[in-house]
């Protein structure tokens, strides 16, 4: 398990979740901010701290939603993989 960022993101990369996680991995691509799954811990620190409600457990990502769990998963093995967030 671990915590995925949806839809709600793109757009809008508030980044106050960068600030909470605890293990920086929190990672800014392109169009939204990507949560690595390998090196989420599973705390859960940075779900509320989401203005736009982006971040829910894998388990209880919106059905309409889905498809960002997989896509938070390619996108770090992309050729252009999410770095550092930027400020
Ligand atoms: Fe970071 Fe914890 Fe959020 Fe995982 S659940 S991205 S470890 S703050």
Redesign the pocket.
Known sequence: MT?VIVEACIGVKDRA?VD????D??YEGEDQLY?HPDE???????EPECPVTAIFPEEDVPPAQVAFVEKNKEVFNSETPPGRPQR
């Not at 909470?20 to 293990?23: A, E, K, L, N, R």
């Not at 989420?40 to 940075?46: E, H, P, S």
């Open positions: 915590y979740c909470v996680c605890p293990v991995c929190i949560i989420c811990i599973d705390c859960g620190a940075c």
